[in-house]
Every structure is written in structure tokens, then in C-alpha cells.
């Protein structure tokens, strides 16, 4: 079984600040790609940022230079650092990766369980 958790959504006013982490853990033989996505109330999920295992990263375009993906490969975690947020930014964020199960060798999408983040004053 292969898990990944969330953390660090809350409640922020305008132009504030906040990181998310999460965390995989189970069967896990490795972790290939791993990124964030949101979703806003009545809006369809959409592409935050994503980071390969060297590290190279793709944003969105509308949220370059404030956002910042970044992934620790022996702890197993990807962090999305979100700054000047803005209250469209209102959503939540599931993160997710694509891991190869140590059980059966497959590679599959797996998805947090997601993490409010509320910005408002």
C-alpha cells in the first residue's frame, strides 16, 4: 500500500504565506515524477507544479515567481512554498506522484487526500 499525505493548508490573509509538504510512505520502490495540483470550488483540478527525481520543475505559467516546488528524495517529500498569495489562489491541493510499487513492480498515479488552503482577510 502506498500512501501520500498532505500537510500545512490553512487559513492565510493576502499576500501571505504558506508551505505544504508531503510525504509518501508504503510499498514504495520509487518515486519518478511528483507534483501539486488545486481545486477551486466549481472549477476542474488544474496543474500547480510538478518536479522530476533531478529535480527539474514545471510550473504554471500564472503562478511562476511565486510558487516554488521543491522535493527531499530520501525523505520522500515534495514541498510546494506559496508566496504573495492572492485570494483566487483559495483551493485545495492534492499532491501526487507517480510511484513503482515494491509489491508488484507497477507504476502508478497515486493522490493525496488533499489540503485547504483558504487565502482571505
Known amino acids: 500500500q502506498v500512501q501520500l499525505v498532505e500537510s500545512g493548508g490553512g487559513l492565510v490573509q493576502p499576500g501571505g504565506s504558506l508551505r505544504l509538504s508531503c510525504a509518501a510512505s508504503?510499498?514504495?520502490?520509487?518515486?519518478?515524477?511528483m507534483g501539486w495540483y488545486r481545486q477551486a470550488p466549481g472549477k476542474q483540478r488544474e496543474l500547480v507544479a510538478q518536479?522530476?527525481?533531478?529535480?527539474?520543475?514545471n510550473y504554471t505559467d500564472s503562478l511562476k515567481g511565486r510558487f516554488t516546488i521543491s522535493r527531499d528524495n530520501a525523505k520522500k517529500m515534495v514541498y510546494l512554498q506559496m508566496n504573495s498569495l492572492k485570494p483566487e489562489d483559495t483551493a485545495v491541493y492534492y499532491c501526487n506522484a507517480r510511484i513503482r510499487n515494491s509489491r508488484n513492480w507497477r507504476s502508478d498515479d497515486y493522490w493525496g487526500q488533499g489540503t485547504q488552503v483558504t487565502v482571505s482577510s
Open positions: 508504503g510499498s514504495i520502490l520509487s518515486i519518478n515524477q
Open positions: 518536479i522530476t527525481t533531478n529535480g527539474s520543475t
